[in-house]
């Protein structure tokens, strides 16, 4: 079935840095673009990232440009998320996403805590 | 904070009919298509309309959604008690180069 696996989640230090990955399958992974969301504890879902099916594009939430990066592997279906410089207002759960009109799935999300 | 603007909260009895509004600008919503996700407490969001008004397979049709001009809306009759939820719009913004989401409206069911 169609399913969206994140991990690499963990708590970090500030200042440190993360890299989550998402594992994708039962779909065409090499012909979608595919987001990050975040959603810290309690709030609502905050858009982080997006690259294109072939990772020619990518844009980027204004409030992290220049921290974070995301980049895929077509040939292994992976989505990667590396995140540098953590600060305590990046804990949140990374949900990894690919959406196209109806079709709209979401990963159960990784949790990510920066903390000392 | 969010471009895409909805109220904290809403609610209604069984049976009921509520609506949840979200509004924002030229460069979003007047512009793009407007998407809308419920999502159930310790859940990933879940998508119940595309394209304004288009409902995924599986979505009960007591969901309706709507856009003119920089708003949009999502209707829920009948409401019954497994409709308590977060629920958020969302869209592109060309300004911003980037997807979008509302604040987010939280459905009580009383």
């Known amino acids: 079935q169609v399913q969206l696996v994140e991990s690499g989640g963990g708590v970090v230090q500030p200042g440190r840095s993360l890299r989550l990955s998402c594992a994708a399958s039962g779909f065409t992974f090499s012909s979608f673009a595919m987001h990050w969301v975040r959603q810290a504890p309690g709030k609502g879902l905050e858009w982080v990232t997006l690259i294109s099916y072939d990772g020619g594009n990518k844009y980027y939430a204004d409030s992290l440009k220049g921290r974070f990066s995301i980049s895929r592997d077509n040939s292994k279906n992976t989505l990667f998320l590396q995140m540098n410089s953590l600060r305590a207002e990046d804990t949140a759960l990374y949900y990894c996403?690919?959406?196209?009109?109806?079709?709209?799935?979401w990963g159960q999300g990784t949790m990510v805590t920066v903390s000392s | 904070q969010s471009v895409l603007t909805q109220p904290p909260s809403a609610s209604g009895t069984p049976g009921q009919r509520v609506t949840i509004s979200c509004s924002g600008s030229?460069?979003?919503?007047?512009?793009?298509?407007v998407y809308w996700y419920q999502q159930l407490p310790g859940t990933a969001p879940k998508l119940l309309m595309y394209?304004?008004?288009q409902r995924p397979s599986g979505v009960p049709d007591r969901f309706s959604g709507s856009k003119s001009g920089t708003s949009a809306s999502l209707a829920i009759s009948g409401l019954r008690s497994e409709d308590e939820a977060d629920y958020y719009c969302?869209?592109?913004?060309?300004?911003?180069?980037?997807?979008?989401f509302g604040t987010g409206t939280k459905v009580t069911v009383l």
């Open positions: 030229s460069s979003n919503i007047g512009s793009n298509y």
């Open positions: 996403v690919v959406t196209d009109d109806a079709f709209d799935i």
């Open positions: 394209r304004n008004n």
């Open positions: 969302a869209t592109w913004d060309v300004s911003l180069s980037g997807r979008v």
